[in-house]
């Protein structure tokens, strides 16, 4: 990256901006978007270890379009190898979908809608085959307790798996693994003759998934994130106490892809043993350590082991460190310094926190980062792990709230006795509590990563990049004051 001047201080996002060079990109869809870390992500975003942000619902839509996600280091080990387990089942391209039977109640369907972006139950029979649809609109003026077999749409448009092409047994390939582009156009096709935005899909009579008509046109996009074997990949994340390598062993056992040594301050002994407890088992999987903020903490964990440092104090929605403390530093510079000294160390770092826009997705990368790990962004949507909620005006939404807050202390204690669970609880630097409204144009993940890989396709065809390290190496970034940053926003309505 090259500056017009030179900053004298430290940034953050919204103090710079990226101004266009000659390219020779001609399309958008020419650009690689692939991180060059070691975990073989097609897209290089993470969904944040946090409860409120990542399960298994998360894990397997961002590994489905080519991203990550990181399961909590608050989960119990038996829970992160059902999850993963379940993750590692799902198909690479069609969505798992949400099952019930005729005789289950139109209450029943209402409480399981709000699982997934678009609203639909599959209602199949004994024998795993689909007998109708349900929508919230076939719910309306309807008895609760009616059931399913009264209220449901008697003949939906059924898909054949074999009508997608390529590997419809999930496998590993290239491309769109699990169904060919031209057999994800004919889908498509199928499905916009029939007026529908969503069809159930079987393999001999069975339901396999569900195919959306924005879903045949992402798996022509996005490359999905698998494992040797052709399944999805997810990461999970370990603290710096107790029993790391122990814990370590039990999740790699479990086929995780990543793991992520996780800790508030990861300039410490305590992570440099962590380190080195992990790294002796050999795990074979790219290992994350952080957060850290200087050039010479990302450069003492590369040496200790880690192979990606994770950026960032205090810059995430959700945590009061720095208001508390006083610690931390801007984050683009931050993330600038320890790229810096992690490239020249043989590592990466994964810029962790303070986006808000895709353009601070676009800025962390041109900084260097090989990775932007979202968190509160992404909480609310209807993958995150939360319960949906309605507040007094009728607007969607689910709690979000930080992993350092007195609610995630006492919840990742309780194993411990009252007395100590409650000292505790009253040193926190995070946000107990706080609503992240669904945009109702963006309610899923999918549609977040969507407006963000759209985003940063476009910054780097500005800057003539065809890929990440020639983002890095082209872009042009300049300082900008608050009126600057507020010229660029967008004016909703007349002035």
């Not at 298994?56 to 080519?66: H, I, N, W, Y």
């Not at 290992?287 to 995430?316: F, S, W």
């Amino acid at each position: 990256m090259r500056f017009l001047t030179e900053p004298t201080t430290d940034l953050t996002y919204s103090d710079l901006f990226l101004v266009p060079s000659r390219s020779d990109v001609t399309s958008r869809l020419d650009v690689d978007l692939a991180a060059d870390d070691g975990t073989g992500s097609a897209i290089p975003l993470v969904a944040a270890n946090m409860t409120a942000v990542t399960g298994k619902r998360m894990a397997e839509t961002m590994a489905r379009r080519g991203g990550l996600a990181v399961l909590p280091q608050d989960v119990p080990l038996d829970v992160i190898r059902d999850v993963t387990a379940w993750i590692k089942t799902r198909h690479p391209v069609l969505e798992t979908p949400v099952t019930l039977s005729p005789a289950d109640t139109v209450i029943d369907a209402l409480h399981l809608m709000g699982k997934r972006p678009h609203g639909a139950i599959m209602v199949v029979d004994d024998s795993g085959a689909v007998t109708g649809i349900v929508r919230a609109a076939d719910c309306e003026g309807q008895d609760r307790f009616a059931s399913l077999a009264t209220v449901m749409r008697h003949q939906p448009l059924v898909l054949d798996a074999s009508l997608l092409g390529g590997s419809t047994d999930g496998g590993s390939g290239t491309g769109a693994a699990g169904g060919s582009s031209a057999g994800l156009r004919r889908a498509f096709d199928a499905m916009d003759a029939a007026g529908t935005d969503i069809a159930p899909v079987q393999r001999d009579g069975v339901l396999a998934g569900v195919l959306t008509r924005k879903g045949a046109l992402r798996s022509t996009l996005y490359r999905p994130s698998l494992d040797p074997s052709g399944r999805l990949k997810v990461a999970a994340a370990v603290g710096i106490n107790g029993d790391v390598a122990g814990r370590a062993a039990e999740l790699l056992a479990a086929g995780v892809s990543v793991l992520v040594l996780d800790t508030a301050h990861g300039h410490q002994q305590k992570m440099f043993d962590a380190l080195a407890a992990v790294k002796g088992l050999n795990p074979g999987v790219p290992v994350v350590a952080g957060n850290v903020v200087t050039a010479e903490a990302t450069r003492e964990l590369i040496q200790a082991g880690a192979d990606i440092v994770k950026v960032g104090v205090g810059p995430g929605a959700m945590c009061t460190t720095r208001m508390m403390t006083a610690v931390g530093r801007p984050q683009f510079s931050a993330v600038l310094e320890c790229s810096a000294a992690a490239r020249a160390a043989g590592g990466r770092v994964w810029a962790d926190g303070g986006v808000r826009y895709p353009r601070d997705v676009a800025l962390a990368l041109a900084a260097g980062a090989s990775q932007v790990m979202i968190g509160s962004w992404f909480a609310g949507t209807h993958e995150s792990p939360g319960d949906l909620q309605q507040d007094a005006g009728g607007r969607m939404f689910k709690e979000s709230f930080g992993m350092a807050s007195a609610r995630a202390v006492q919840s990742r204690n309780q194993r411990e006795g009252a007395f100590e669970k409650d000292r505790k609880a009253l040193f926190e630097e995070g946000i107990s509590t706080s609503r992240m409204f669904i945009d109702p144009a963006r309610p899923g993940v999918e549609d977040l990563l969507d407006m963000i890989t759209a985003g940063l396709r476009s910054s780097m065809s500005y800057a003539g990049a065809a890929d990440l390290a020639a983002f890095r190496e082209r872009a042009v970034a300049g300082i900008q004051s608050a009126a600057g940053y507020e010229e660029g926003r967008p004016v909703p309505q007349s002035w």
